[in-house]
């Protein structure tokens, strides 16, 4: 274990973290935690990476705020509560201001956690010099100003950039990144949202319930196509409901900008169809692409896969043996808990600790729509394509009492489980407060329990947490107690 090395000189470090999104961030305090002497080192002066300033916090914020409105908005909504009101305004600023305000108050948190933990900020651009020597250029700066500071060990955790397409541009004022359609001046009347995952349906939805008329148009034949097919369906049924148009197994020929229209050219997949789609925005979420510009990764010979990844072995090192990679920039799923879990197992197996393997079947995924979508282990369809017999328990949401007394009644929970042993392969979930059930399902599945398992333990009632359990019945015997 490396312990801190008062001795050490100023400008050299046990570690140091390139980036500081949650995996270089949370990297970075473990690692002081457990006595190294860490740097971090991150290109704008605000910290939190795009998680937190263009990412998971800002389109968190404005779905919140973005659903008060829309149930205020439903004729229906409130007044079935007994609640009534004469007059709805939107105040879209004021609503751009608390999103904010609060990325502001976690990046100035997350500050206070370097200084508290003894860790260096560094802002400027990181760029390999050796193996164990970084410059930092300062932007803004002559080169006469650059850093250069050693290393011990070194993370990567520089993340990705959204993926446009070879004939759009996102300089083009009303062609639109996920970060510039999180800090917009006006709502759209029509918004051409092109992707239809997670980002998609996101800021899809945002702007629906804000008054903008949205079609999401995505090249696969069912929108979050990396979710169980059973999720699709279900949520493309609540979208249409809510007015967004869907468009699947459509491709993308061409998108032109000009005054103040976007227009997007369509090739259905299926007839060979041209459509074309007008807006005044759009939105492309089609993907991410790893951050590595101006690393210098060629000056020491750190390796790439064909899409731009940086290639890292079991222990996530680099062809490099003393600088590792985490999150977005090595692929794999894109999430802020992967790359956390990931900056935690490097840190700890530096260290001399023997940190569990990652299991990156079950890290789970959550689309933060109304009603929310949650996932972990496999999709009904992957299980078939193994020739695995299974069960297959479902309960919709709308048995349950606390749906009715809600009035969140959409959704379902779905339990797949193996049909000899009765282990857990994958749950999935549409409904209120999804995205926090589902870590039942993944610390279930961590230990391989069974439905009987889940069926067995005492849920809370009234609470959504039961439809857990009576799909667990259902897979394990296929009865349920309320349907």
Same mark, same amino acid.
């Given at each position: ?8 000189? /100023? ?15 949370? $990297? ?62 939107? @105040? ?7 999103? /904010? ?18 860790? =260096? ?24 100003? @650059? ?20 004939? $759009? ?13 999180? +800090? &917009?001046?006006? +709502? ?19 702007? /629906? ?8 148009? =995505?090249?696969? =034949? ?5 979710? @169980? ?7 493309? /049924? ?14 993308? *020929?061409?998108?032109?900008?000009? #005054?103040?229209?976007? $227009?997007?050219?369509? !090739? ?52 490099? !043996? ?27 197996? +530096? ?6 393997? +990652? ?18 282990? #496999? ?23 606390? $749906? ?15 049909? !000899? ?14 995205? @926090?059930?589902? &870590? ?22 009234? *609470? ?20």
């Amino acid at each position: 274990m490396i312990h801190n090395n008062k001795k050490k000189h /100023n400008n050299s470090y046990d570690l140091v973290v390139i980036g500081s999104g949650p995996g270089g961030y949370i $990297s970075a305090i473990r690692a002081s935690q457990l006595g190294f002497r860490t740097a971090i080192i991150e290109k704008y002066p605000k910290l939190g990476g795009t998680c937190l300033n263009v990412g998971c916090i800002p389109s968190k914020s404005l779905l919140d705020s973005s659903k008060y409105y829309f149930l205020l908005s439903k004729k229906n909504y409130y007044p079935e509560h007994g609640i009534f009101y004469n007059q709805l305004s939107l @105040d879209f600023k004021k609503m751009m201001n608390r999103k /904010n305000e609060i990325v502001k108050k976690i990046s100035n948190g997350v500050k206070y956690l370097m200084k508290k933990n003894n860790i =260096d900020f560094y802002q400027g651009i990181a760029s390999f010099k050796k193996e164990n020597v970084i410059s930092i250029e300062k932007k803004n700066s002559s080169s006469a100003s @650059d850093q250069e500071i050693q290393f011990q060990y070194c993370i990567i955790a520089t993340g990705a950039i959204p993926l446009g397409f070879p004939f $759009s541009s996102f300089e083009k004022k009303r062609i639109l990144s996920s970060t510039k359609a999180l +800090i &917009m001046n006006e +709502i759209p009347n029509r918004l051409i949202v092109i992707g239809g995952g997670a980002i998609g349906l996101e800021l899809g939805s945002i702007y /629906n319930r804000l008054g903008s008329h949205v079609t999401i148009i =995505d090249s696969m =034949d069912r929108i979050i196509s990396n979710m @169980d097919h059973s999720l699709s369906q279900e949520i493309k /049924n609540i979208l249409e409901k809510s007015s967004i148009q869907i468009k699947t197994s459509s491709l993308i *020929t061409n998108i032109i900008s000009k #005054n103040e229209e976007v $227009s997007v050219h369509v !090739k259905d997949k299926n007839n060979g169809k041209e459509i074309i789609y007008i807006g005044d925005y759009c939105l492309i979420s089609v993907g991410r692409s790893p951050y590595t510009e101006n690393l210098g990764l060629e000056n020491i010979g750190i390796k790439k896969n064909k899409k731009g990844f940086i290639t890292v072995n079991d222990f996530l090192q680099s062809s490099v !043996k003393n600088i590792y990679a985490i999150g977005d920039v090595i692929g794999g799923k894109m999430l802020a808990h992967k790359a956390e879990e990931e900056g935690l197992y490097v840190v700890e197996h +530096i260290s001399g600790q023997k940190p569990n393997k +990652i299991n990156y079947d079950l890290i789970p995924s959550i689309v933060y729509t109304f009603p929310e979508i949650s996932s972990v282990g #496999n999709t009904e369809n992957e299980i078939k394509k193994r020739g695995i017999e299974y069960n297959t328990g479902f309960f919709p949401m709308k048995i349950l009492g606390r $749906s009715s007394a809600s009035g969140n009644n959409e959704g379902f929970v779905k339990i797949i489980s193996h049909k !000899k042993t009765d282990e857990i392969l994958g749950v999935h979930m549409i409904g209120a407060h999804v995205s @926090d059930m589902i &870590m039942e399902a993944t610390v279930a599945m961590e230990f391989r329990a069974s439905s009987e398992d889940i069926y067995r333990i005492c849920h809370p009632h009234p *609470t959504f947490s039961e439809a857990v359990k009576e799909a667990a019945l259902l897979s394990f015997e296929n009865h349920s107690l309320h349907l």
